[in-house]
């Protein structure tokens, strides 16, 4: 965790890029919905053109924190041979990986700081702020990335198996951006989409951490997310461990 | 092996075509979500916003094909010092480094863009005149050409400071505001879609033109704006050359 932290904070160029890299995608999005809600009348489906703006601005730390280790990464590592020293360390890859991701995060958080401001100056955001909502922010945001750092390593394992990966991450990523609330929060998507939105674990790591920050959700319906985050982190990490033992199982075969 | 190679290369043109109905799929969905709550964003109607969607895919096929790759091999020749024979040869060092590489099944989603923009089209109703389509088919090529300088220009100026990989993230991120008119973005963000990274006259004024929307001026002003890019990307491209030292020192 601590050379996580040490590489985003000697690459802080980099990271400071990176979130401007990311802020462009959410000022398309709440410009649009922005003009949108000033076409009805200051609204869309019950949203206030300031919580649009609250939303979005949340929405740039949940994607930074929610960079998970790309499943394509995978293909270069067994593809050069790099497995081999994961392999021959007595910890588990996992770790290794989970961690270094993690202890970039209190970088990004220090670093989001500024662009908040900047976002917040523009486009005039409104928070309902209490207590209980930056408390369960923080274990939102981390239940965000447990979660989507767990389903992108098992869908990592594909690698093992074929060298045409790239296919499935293409739908897991689409269906990402439209069911996690990234594209737009689930509410103005139509209500199929947002029941079936419920049933997935997309929306519990990004949907769920901003609505917690902005003071959209009651202490109850927070803790009913936090549940569900450690039952998809614990439910597909059960798996990845059935996974990672017939994926290591078939490199040995493939290696010799 | 050379069957093989053509079975390798099918592949890779299934899962291009994939990826590429895919993004289309995810523009349709964020297009019909946006008209399920407005009758018009800005002033622009469904079919218009799926013909500037169309202009973005076309425009975007094109730099996937010809610019993109050849950054990537810009940078991996400075890397490794292997410019050197590009620079030493009689011809254009510039128009040289820009033609060396091709992504051919990337040139798909020319086709499929132009698909989108008949599409569009045929749900306006709107009458397609001669002038109009030849007005387009300038304002494409100006948008390619603007494009084309940005990416150079841009990679010739930063890759120093980062890493490549990540800066082509940055510049992709930047092109896909293009997938919306510029007009629905807050007066600084369109000012510098316009000036700063003009990819108001790449993608939104083609769109104009074949939606007919325009006021030509703004394809004059398009026409102006590549020249002054081209002549921009040519000045930094002279100033990187002369900084470069080789790596035969």
């Known amino acids: ?256 | 092996m050379g069957a093989l190679n053509e079975l390798q290369y099918r592949i890779n043109l299934w899962i291009q075509l994939f990826n590429s109905a895919l993004a289309l799929g995810t523009g349709l969905v964020a297009i019909a979500v946006v008209y399920a709550h407005t009758e018009t964003l800005e002033g622009w109607s469904a079919a218009e916003l799926l013909a500037v969607l169309g202009v973005h895919l076309l425009i975007g096929g094109f730099l996937k094909t010809f610019v993109v790759p050849n950054m990537w091999r810009l940078i991996q020749d400075v890397e490794e010092g292997t410019l050197d024979y590009t620079l030493t040869r009689p011809a254009d060092s510039q128009l040289l480094v820009s033609v060396r590489e091709v992504s051919i099944w990337s040139v798909i989603d020319v086709p499929l863009g132009v698909g989108v923009i008949i599409w569009a089209m045929s749900e306006m109703t709107a009458d397609v005149t001669p002038i109009g389509v030849a007005g387009f088919l300038v304002a494409l090529m100006c948008g390619a050409a603007i494009i084309y300088s940005i990416w150079l220009a841009v990679v010739t100026i930063a890759f120093k400071a980062i890493n490549i990989g990540d800066l082509m993230q940055i510049l992709n991120g930047v092109y896909e505001a293009g997938r919306w008119p510029v007009s629905i973005y807050p007066l600084w963000l369109r000012g510098s879609l316009t000036v700063l990274v003009p990819l108001a006259f790449a993608i939104t004024v083609p769109a104009e033109i074949i939606t007919n929307r325009i006021n030509w001026w703004w394809l004059a002003a398009g026409v102006a704006v590549t020249v002054a890019a081209l002549f921009v990307c040519r000045l930094v491209w002279r100033w990187g050359i002369r900084n470069y030292s080789g790596a035969s020192v």
């Not at chain 1, 959209?216 to 803790?223: G, Y």
């Open chain 1, 1 to 256: 965790m601590r050379i996580g932290f040490q590489r985003e904070i000697q690459y802080r160029t980099r990271a400071f890029l990176m979130l401007f890299g990311f802020m462009v995608e959410p000022i398309i999005y709440l410009a649009v919905w922005t003009s949108v809600a000033e076409a009805q009348g200051g609204q869309i489906a019950g949203l206030a053109s300031g919580t649009l703006a609250a939303y979005y601005i949340v929405w740039t730390l949940v994607r930074v924190f929610n960079l998970a280790f790309a499943p394509d990464a995978w293909e270069w590592r067994i593809r050069r041979g790099r497995m081999n020293e994961f392999l021959s360390q007595p910890i588990h890859p996992f770790h290794r990986d989970f961690t270094m991701f993690a202890g970039g995060k209190f970088v990004f958080t220090l670093l989001w700081i500024p662009v908040a401001f900047f976002l917040t100056v523009l486009f005039d955001p409104v928070f309902e702020w209490a207590v209980i909502n930056v408390v369960g922010f923080v274990l939102a945001i981390w239940g965000g990335f447990a979660v989507r750092f767990v389903m992108l390593y098992l869908l990592g394992m594909i690698n093992f198996w074929t060298t045409r990966g790239s296919a499935v991450f293409g739908i897991f990523i689409a269906s990402e951006l439209i069911l996690s609330g990234r594209l737009v929060p689930l509410e103005l998507m139509p209500d199929w989409v947002e029941s079936l939105a419920a049933w997935l674990p997309f929306k519990w790591t990004f949907q769920f951490p901003i609505d917690t920050l902005i003071g959209r959700l009651d202490p109850a319906e927070i803790v009913t997310g936090i549940g569900m985050q450690a039952l998809w982190a614990v439910g597909v990490g059960v798996i990845f461990a059935l996974v990672w033992k017939r994926a290591i199982r078939r490199y040995g075969a493939v290696g010799n």
